[in-house]
């Protein structure tokens, strides 16, 4: 599985972004796909994610009412809406991938993820 995020930028705060990910390789009806970011010092975070066969998501509450995440099957992409941005939403964003069907369980921990893509950087001015 190799996944590619791209869509980020400078913008003020108040602005939106939207960035994809596309992912190659096999998926699994039963797996899902997250965002993650990470400040400059400070540790990789969960944003989002959503199952490949459900239609729920699941948000940080840092996010909760101003991202949106959202998948294509069968272009096997995700995106991640992100409106009212602020400075503190500044970091490289990652999308990720678990190994196989991966577990529910685990959907909002890194450790429930196994491929990563390459990161696209989102800076956010105020």
């Known amino acids: 599985v190799q996944l590619q995020a791209y869509g980020g930028g400078l913008v003020q705060a108040g602005s939106s972004l939207r960035l994809s990910c596309v992912v190659s390789?096999?998926?699994?009806?039963?797996?899902?796909m997250g965002w993650f970011r990470q400040a400059p010092g400070k540790e990789r975070e969960f944003v989002a994610a959503?199952?490949?066969?459900?239609?729920?998501?699941y948000y940080a509450d840092s996010v909760k009412g101003r991202f949106t995440i959202s998948k294509d099957n069968a272009k096997k992409m995700v995106y991640l809406q992100m409106n009212s941005l602020r400075p503190e939403d500044t970091a490289v964003y990652y999308c990720?991938?678990?190994?196989?069907?991966?577990?529910?369980?685990?959907?909002?921990?890194?450790?429930?993820?196994?491929?990563w893509g390459q990161g696209t950087l989102v800076t956010v001015s105020s």
């Open positions: 990720a991938s678990p190994l196989n069907s991966g577990s529910l369980h685990t959907i909002t921990y890194i450790r429930g993820y196994r491929y």
């Open positions: 390789g096999r998926t699994f009806s039963r797996s899902y």
């Open positions: 959503i199952p490949w066969g459900e239609d729920t998501p």
